[in-house]
């Protein structure tokens, strides 16, 4: 996982003009002996400087934690002004048994999650979006990582049929045809504000008939290959008034095999400690 996690860092890194990078390892207690910290320090070291070593503008940090380790994972998001954390994700079954919902409410700020099987390139992306504030920022980081990466975007709208269809004397298909419409020029509106120039994109419309739209996001990324999932944690959907926030946590539960960014503007999280002693 150390290798998968690292090569897609140094990948991103580099799409970010990221900074600083920090190396968090958690030990399994605060009693092993120098000699022993060392030998960590050197296993992550010859790591970093395998797939960091074209990142050398990048300045490189290794912290070693005793577990618990959440109230310092707090303090160093805090006192470093860390934009993004990048947490490998191991198929279920294996490894922590703190599931990606729980570690997205505790997280303080942007987060991508890197399944083991990951493959460090960005050709396709797949942006949901909701001609929501929120959504403005998930594309244009959509754009910035199509622009470096010469990738293709595919814009994703969810939308739903409104309860109480029937009453109008349509039907459902007939109504659902017309709420299809009405996103696509909805969808035309909105996407005029961002430059676009010299990117290949498209826009794709899923009917959610079941009132769960995390699954249909997660099944068109899949249907289209992408390669990343690019979401904002809070926003509200067209139409349906759904909280984005609810759906992103549900998102995590679906998405084991491609890696999704989950975009934070505030630090609203419970606290990593905290809901660390919850679990």
């Known amino acids: 996982m150390d290798e998968v996690l690292m090569k897609y860092a140094s990948m991103v890194s580099k799409l970010l003009d990221s900074e600083k990078i920090f190396f968090l390892h958690a030990m399994p207690s605060d009693s092993l002996s120098i000699e022993e910290k060392e030998d960590l320090v050197s296993q992550i070291k010859n790591n970093t400087q395998k797939f960091f070593a074209g990142n050398a503008t990048i300045e490189q940090h290794i912290e070693l934690k005793a577990q618990p380790c959440a109230e310092d994972f707090n303090k160093t998001i805090e006192a470093n002004d860390i934009d ?7 198929l279920r079954g294996q490894g922590s048994h703190t599931t990606p919902k729980e570690m997205l409410k505790a997280i303080e700020c942007s987060t991508l999650f890197v399944p083991d099987c990951a493959v460090a390139d960005i050709n396709k992306i797949i942006v949901p979006v909701d001609f929501s504030g929120e959504s403005e920022q998930d594309i244009k980081l959509a754009i910035d990582f199509a622009k470096k990466n010469s990738a293709e975007i595919i ?41 676009l120039t010299a990117i290949q994109y498209r826009s794709i419309y899923v009917l959610d008939d079941d009132k769960k739209p995390a699954d249909k996001i997660y099944a068109a990324a899949k249907r289209e290959k ?31 095999e491609i890696p999704l960014f989950i975009i934070k503007d505030e630090r609203e999280s419970v606290g990593f400690l905290e809901a660390l002693f919850r679990i």
């Open 84 to 90: 993004l954390v990048i947490v490998g994700r191991k």
């Open 155 to 195: 814009f994703n709208n969810v939308y739903t049929v409104p309860s109480g269809y029937s009453s109008l004397g349509k039907s459902y298909e007939e109504y659902a045809e017309i709420m299809k419409k009405n996103v696509e020029e909805a969808f035309g509106n909105f996407i005029v504000k961002f430059d």
């Open 226 to 256: 992408a390669d990343i999932i690019i979401i904002d944690s809070k926003g509200k959907s067209f139409v349906a008034s759904i909280m984005l926030g609810s759906v992103t946590e549900d998102l995590t539960d679906f998405d084991n």
